[in-house]
């Protein structure tokens, strides 16, 4: 039997126990169905941090507006279907929308329905990246109006206790102290928060100077560029590629706009809108370089960007332990509801789900590492990519956890847990460690000792 088995057996027998009360029964059939749903992601961030943008370059199709639309004022969530569709819930009815799309983007009218009274806005839509995730787009959280920014933390941080998202992609332009402030209430919303947060530079074109080595640079535009770049915009960079002072022409979109240059003014505008003038001088620097094809400016383009390793930093941090945190969030819900109700029959069946919550070190892996990412422990950069490796940071299996070479034969993969457990277990007598430190080290300590079993 699978840890997924006797997670849905416990529910089951939870159903038993406490189904006589028909609002409980209710939550249970719900903590049932989001065991085999996709993890949740959020992407949060302050207006204008590109959330949108970035959405559909991990979709690879424009689906989400990034215009100032009503839309971007409503929590949207986007999950998997076989056939578009988009429908709106107001006043707990649901009704449909229409799917329409306009120059390859699809178009998202509330119609006559005010954000406000918007109570659930859901788009389905096929996509191999919403086959493994349900991603949420959110208003900015730091929107003009109260609510807007009110309802985003009502979902990243819901004061009912009953987490709404599992994991958290924060947008950022630059740092602000209200970014750290909406990071550190994320971090302490306990168990109604989310699991993880991976905190990214959205806008890499205006970074200035050092950046923080916590914060992943993505560029959601030329992500989404690369991901839907069409032959007549390879063409024109191409064309672009040959003029020798272009770069004096792109000091500004108005400027590149009336320039006497060798492609239509008309594209010259279109490529300005779709790629802004650091996609255009990217694109065309990509070219110079030797691209001599669309397919490969396209690859090119995705690369720099920068979102392979934010996909790969969601799949290793989240995707490969999807399955453990959803165990965990759905055991943690019934025992909340256990707890609710003790009596004689519930008491021995808390006593098991509490005896799972104790046991899932997987999911203290998870815990630990979301804590690193948003805010690193004072050691050395060698004990801090060691805690990362050893707690799943670059992936699950032993020879990844422990640095070593994918094909490590298993003695010495042995040899190289033992003297990482002792490392730990050495760091841990240490008698002036925060507790941080100290969860963190006995983390570390004991997924090198669960490597040895």
Sequence with gaps: MTDLDRAHALLIEARAVLGSDRVVDARIVDIRARLDSPLRIALAGTVKAGKSTLLNALVGEEIAPSDATECTRVVTWFVRGRIPSIAVTTEGRTRALPVERTDGRLILDLGDVPADRVERLEVTWPSSLLERYTVVDTPGTASNSRDVSRRTMALLAPSSGHREVDAVVYLTRDLQPSDVDILDGLRGAGAAGP??????????????????????????????????????????????????????????????????????????????????????????????????????????????SGVAELEHRIDVHFGARHTQSKIHDALTSVQKLLEARLDARSAPLLRRVDRALAEDHLFEELTVL??????????????????D?????????????????????????????????RYWRFQLSNPLLSPRTTRAYRAAARSAEAILH
């Design 195 to 304: 699991l993880g947060v991976i905190v990214v530079h959205s806008r890499v074109d205006e970074a200035r100077g050092e950046q923080d080595s916590s914060i992943l640079p993505v560029s959601g535009l030329l992500a989404l560029r690369g991901r839907t770049l069409r032959q007549r915009e390879f063409d024109a960079f191409l064309t672009l590629a040959s003029v020798p002072d272009l770069e004096r022409s792109l000091l500004s979109v108005d400027r590149f706009a009336k320039a006497d240059l060798p492609v239509d003014s008309t594209e010259r505008r279109t490529l300005a809108r779709r790629f802004g003038l650091f996609g255009i001088r990217s694109a065309v620097s990509i070219v110079r370089s030797g691209v001599s094809s669309a397919p490969e400016l396209a690859a090119e383009l995705v690369r720099r």
């Design 370 to 387: 979301a804590s690193l990412q948003t805010d690193p422990l004072a050691t050395t950069e060698w004990q801090r990519n060691a805690l």
């Design 389 to 421: 490796g050893i707690l799943g940071g670059r992936g699950l299996d032993p020879a990844t956890r422990l640095g070593l070479p994918e094909n490590t034969g298993t003695d010495d993969v042995v040899r190289t847990a033992r003297a990482a457990l």
